[in-house]
């Protein structure tokens, strides 16, 4: 009688243990999300953080399931600790997939967008806005007059945990493959290297918004460098002033309060170009420049007539004119 009763109790524990098998073989195998979005975004900030102490705060905001069962999992395979980097979690990871990824440091890449006309202080708090580092320690490897020159707008594919450094020799590399053989052929036939055009975009860009009138502005300036002329840019005069006086109004008008001041960006104040770019530039304004065919203009005024737009001249005399015009049309519209 005692072996009919143990029967059914071992049955029973077996099926168990089946059902138990079939469990946790269920959530080892499925997905580690609870909402099906793709591509969630975890960034683990520091070297080593607890494994088990992530996954309960996934779990406390509704990315992950059976945070306690992944971790017995995590435990289990001996991943007690996350490296530090980001990584993605998507409805196609699996859980042993997902605490590899963790423990090893199997990092997913971010994609860092770099925008045209961005001044530097700009462009380096867009970047500790995004990368966990200091602001200083980019400026350092980042901000830097070389590094600064060679920034290429584009959306950068970039490991998160990127050290300063290697962000600086990831856009380097970006630099290298824009500044090809022909590019370079360009620059050289107009008698510039490539971080010269770099700079002169810059200022060609902040002088008109016009991508038809850029390869004549930046003409304009390759004569006057050629002659060893001033560059005389309003653009550079303005960034020199708001450099020193970072609270200052909006300026309308360029006055020679502005074009005085003593700063090395000033181009009416120093001979050539400045010592890097006033702002990032776009590729489509780079190769406008490169288009640029010095015929010896030397003056520009911006044109009341056409908005946005510039008359060019040779002659200092007609520049005066064209420059009366224009002041009056400023006086006209209380512009001061």
């Known amino acids: 009688m005692r072996s009919k009763n143990i029967f059914p109790l071992i049955l029973s524990l077996i099926l168990l243990g089946i059902v138990s098998l079939l469990m946790v073989s269920n959530i080892v195998d499925s997905s580690i999300q609870t909402n099906g979005r793709k591509n969630i975004s975890i960034f683990v900030p520091t070297e080593g953080t607890s494994i088990s102490e992530l996954l309960d705060s996934l779990e406390s905001v509704g990315e992950i399931k059976y945070s306690y069962a992944t971790s017995i999992l995590a435990n289990l395979k001996g991943y007690d600790s996350a490296r530090f980097g980001h990584y993605k979690l998507d409805s196609t990871l699996g859980r042993i997939q997902f605490l590899r990824k963790l423990n090893f ?83 050289e036939e107009l008698g510039l290297s490539p971080n010269e055009i770099m700079i002169l975009a810059s200022i060609s860009q902040a002088e008109t918004k016009a991508m038809d009138e850029l390869p004549r502005v930046a003409a304009l300036y390759i004569s006057r460098l050629r002659i060893g002329k001033r560059l005389e840019s309003d653009p550079t005069a303005v960034y020199a002033y708001r450099d020193i006086h970072p609270e200052s109004d909006i300026i309308r008008r360029v006055s020679r309060k502005i074009t005085r001041i003593v700063h090395p960006y000033n181009t009416y104040i120093i001979p050539g170009l400045p010592p890097s770019p006033i702002a990032t530039v776009d590729p489509a304004v780079i190769d406008a420049v490169l288009r640029a065919e010095p015929k010896g203009e030397l003056y520009m005024c911006a044109d009341p007539n056409r908005i946005g737009y510039h008359n060019f001249t040779a002659s200092y005399r007609e520049h005066l004119i064209n420059s009366s015009k224009y002041h009056r049309s400023l006086n006209r519209r209380k512009i001061h």
Do not use: C, M
Request: no cysteine; charged share 30%.
């Open 105 to 187: 440091g199997y990092e997913d890449p971010i994609d860092f967008s770099i925008k045209g006309y961005r001044d530097k202080q700009s462009f380096l708090r867009e970047l500790k806005y995004v990368f966990p580092w200091s602001l200083d320690s980019l400026e350092h490897y980042v901000g830097s007059n070389d590094s600064w020159t060679h920034i290429i707008p584009n959306t950068y594919e970039i490991y998160w945990s990127s050290t300063p450094d290697e962000i600086s020799k990831r856009i380097q590399r970006e630099f290298d493959a824009f500044w090809g053989s022909y590019r370079r052929r360009k620059a």
